[in-house]
């Protein structure tokens, strides 16, 4: 068999999502970002949306999100983008808006825009990526950072009583009636990509659909700022971040309270 | 047009104005003294109308970024507020202004600083006309007297602000949101459909409909290089602003001896004060500039190319007395009357100032 009678089209098994540029991405080596671009315009691209899907990128490592993901973009301030996604999709009604933060720009100083729009219920996906610090800064403590973690600002580690507790985001928007799909996954095995993956075609799916809110959580590696080699840094989120934040989903209207995983 | 004459405070000639204008949005939070804008849109409900949307956000700042994300999707889009709460969405018309996005954004203003009063102030003129955000940017700058001139600079305020890609800000206070009058109202024109807006907006974030070239609206830009131009590009917008849309009135400036200028409601109490003092025999002029930003310069330094004085009357602690003698180059005397934390000046004091500044500065000799 000759190697041209294998690169057919019905053999191909994998490749580069259509709306993913390619553009080299600025992200540090082991970064969860380039993954979860990746998956974002998969689903973006499988459900139809090319046309429809409008981003709002974060303040943070993300901020050039829209150099990556070939879609509308606006860029927002820091922490504001479901502000801007509240705006757009009211305007929109028949597009599909996201957001895509980081947990410093969503948890910490967009605490305020989250809370609302997931109460207002806004038809919108909002995605955290979770690594529990501020990468683009430098690596400064978040509100999601662990106990005991060091940070540039907690550099003898995160103190509870200094510093204040992990927030869990999810859970506490899993409370609000207006989200009707609150889960939180990771990228750092194939089968945990696979996972992310249809969490985040369920949420594109919602938006689509106008059920109110979706909001997925990646927890996420920050190889250069938790000062880790990409490999030691999935091995510490396992054993680390998990433990704080457990993977699955939180909340689905569509499965009957009480039955969800 | 007869049934078109109404009698109506300010702040509800606003959202009467934003309707009829055909604005797609109104996003806001209440503040007194101009929560009437809110409210009036709440109870016309133009969503089912028009199809306008009108959102009670959870924050100036969020109020602000909504305007942002509307904008930038070439949406007409506005916001109000009261001086505290527009302090709030500095930072959002900062981006406003650095992403080239056209947007209305209502001041109605109160005392400071501080939570200050709920009285009627002019104390952010500085904040309005100055740049207010961080950043080297403009506002277009309109003030209302009157309470039809609320209603018209909407339009007025939309138009510029799509012409030039750039916020625009009705610049008005307490006693002009607050007071009743008679307004006519503009005919209501349809808002714009979609397709008018990809046409009228072709860098709009909207969908990439059609399959055109993805659009991004952003401030950012880390090429210093690149970061300059823009601003340059910036900078020959506000240019264009400046040689083109200066608006003022002036009153009695032909055989003036002293020059008042003020803006916005206390212009008319100038009005009256100039009026008393034309029966005996002062003859003082007014100039009201009604676009603050860009400022009438060349209009006061014509203006005062015969007068012995200058009056700045401002309900601050003078702020816009430093425009005016910029545009004379102090080759007038220039002085301030104003009343602050909440107090609104009358003709009579007003008068007393001119008197003691340029007539009789010492009675007692």
Same mark, same amino acid.
């Given at each position: 068999m000759k190697r041209e009678d294998i690169i057919k089209p019905e053999n191909k098994v994998y490749s580069r999502p259509r709306l993913l540029d390619k553009n080299i991405m600025h992200y540090c080596p082991g970064c969860s970002h380039g993954v979860v671009h990746k998956l974002v315009a998969e689903v973006i691209e499988e459900l139809g949306l090319e046309d429809s899907a409008i981003g709002i990128a974060p303040v943070g490592c993300a901020v050039f999100a829209y150099n990556y993901i070939d879609c509308d973009w606006i860029e927002a301030a820091h922490g504001r983008a479901p502000a801007l996604a509240t705006a757009v999709n009211r305007l929109y009604p028949s597009k599909v808006v996201f957001t895509y933060q980081g947990d410093g720009d969503? +948890? +910490?100083?967009g605490s305020a825009e989250t809370i609302h729009a997931c109460t207002r219920g806004e038809n919108i996906v909002i995605i955290m990526i979770n690594n529990g610090i501020y990468g683009m800064t430098g690596g400064q403590m978040s509100p999601c950072t662990l106990e005991g973690a060091k940070t540039a600002t907690t550099p003898y580690g995160r103190r509870a009583d200094l510093n204040g507790f992990p927030l869990r985001v999810s859970n506490v928007v899993s409370l609000l009636d207006g989200t009707c799909y609150v889960t939180r996954q990771a990228v750092h095995t194939p089968a945990a990509v696979r996972k992310a993956k249809a969490a985040l075609k369920k949420a594109f799916t919602n938006a689509r659909d106008k059920k109110g809110t979706s909001f997925v959580e990646i927890v996420a590696t920050c190889s250069s700022g938790w000062k880790m080699t990409p490999d030691k840094s999935n091995k510490w989120m396992a054993e680390n971040m998990f433990a704080h934040y457990p993977l699955g989903d939180i909340k689905d209207t569509a499965i009957p309270a009480g039955t969800a995983q | 047009m007869k049934d078109d004459i109404k009698l109506m405070k300010g702040n509800e000639a606003i959202a009467h104005a934003a309707i009829r204008y055909g604005a797609d949005g109104y996003f806001g939070y209440p503040i007194t003294p101009q929560s009437e804008v809110l409210e009036t849109l709440e109870a016309l409900m133009p969503w089912e109308t028009t199809g306008m949307v009108v959102l009670q956000a959870e924050s100036e700042v969020a109020s602000i970024n909504m305007v942002y994300g509307g904008a930038a999707s070439g949406k007409a889009v506005m916001t109000s507020s009261s001086s505290p709460g527009v302090s709030l969405m500095q930072e959002g018309i900062s981006y406003l202004a650095a992403s080239e996005l056209p947007a209305l954004i209502v001041n109605v203003m109160r005392g400071g600083p501080g939570l200050g009063t709920i009285h009627p102030s002019q104390s952010d003129y500085f904040q309005a006309t100055k740049g207010g955000g961080h950043g080297d940017y403009h506002l277009i700058v309109l003030a209302p007297s009157t309470v039809q001139e609320m209603a018209d600079f909407v339009g007025l305020g939309f138009d510029l602000a799509f012409k030039y890609r750039t916020p625009a800000m009705i610049l008005a206070d307490g006693i002009v949101g607050q007071m009743m009058e008679k307004v006519v109202l503009p005919p209501q024109r349809p808002r714009r459909t979609d397709e008018e807006v990809r046409r009228q907006c072709p860098w709009a974030v909207n969908g990439r409909e059609g399959g055109r070239k993805r659009n991004v609206v952003t401030s950012l830009e880390l090429d210093s290089a690149m970061m300059e131009k823009n601003n340059e590009r910036f900078q020959r917008t506000y240019r264009e602003i400046e040689k083109n849309e200066v608006r003022y009135e002036a009153k009695y400036t032909e055989d003036a001896d002293y020059l008042i200028v003020a803006f916005g409601s206390i212009a008319r109490i100038c009005l009256k004060a100039i009026e008393e003092a034309r029966k005996e025999g002062i003859k003082i002029g007014l100039i009201r500039p009604i676009t603050l930003w860009p400022f009438p310069y060349e209009a006061i330094r014509e203006a005062a190319r015969n007068v012995k004085g200058i009056l700045c009357v401002e309900i601050n602690a003078g702020q816009m007395i430093e425009d005016v003698r910029l545009a004379v180059s102090d080759s007038v005397p220039v002085t301030h009357f104003g009343r602050m934390g909440g107090i609104v000046p009358n003709p009579q004091e007003v008068l007393d100032s001119l008197r003691k500044d340029f007539i009789n500065p010492n009675p007692q000799k």
């Open positions: 969503l +948890a +910490a100083i | -």
